[in-house]
């Protein structure tokens, strides 16, 4: 069975950073995209970043993020992380990590994580 875990997350104060990480494991052959989404409370999820092929390079960024967030992917080690710097209140928000994997058997699923709690607050 396909995993994803997160890590990172936690309470920052605003203009502060924070660090997610995510790992995939289990019987992956491949993985293709494989990015964060956020939902902050009463209302839907959304794309934060995303590497939408398995490329290492050319990221898509929701414009709330872009030049704030960075993204990155190690695909050696089936890793993604996402570096927040000038968090927002509006940045509060649980964050899941997404990929598109193929297995062992060649069956393409999406996975998520079960997320991790960014709170942006004085």
């Known amino acids: 069975q396909v995993q994803l875990v997160e890590s990172g997350g936690g309470l920052v104060q605003p203009g502060g950073s924070l660090s997610l990480s995510c790992a995939a494991s289990g019987p992956i052959l491949r993985i293709n995209a494989m990015g964060w989404y956020r939902q902050a409370p009463g209302k839907e999820r959304e794309l934060v970043a995303i590497?939408?092929?398995?490329?290492?390079?050319?990221?898509n960024y929701a414009d709330s993020v872009k030049d704030r967030f960075t993204i990155s992917r190690d695909n050696a080690n089936d890793t993604v992380s996402l570096q927040m710097n000038s968090l927002k209140p509006e940045d509060t928000a649980v964050y899941y990590c997404?990929?598109?994997?193929?297995?062992?058997?060649?069956?393409?699923?999406?996975?998520w994580g079960h997320g991790t709690q960014v709170t942006v607050s004085s």
């Open positions: 590497f939408s092929s398995g490329s290492t390079t050319n990221p």
């Open positions: 997404n990929a598109k994997v193929v297995d062992w058997r060649r069956r393409s699923n999406e996975y």
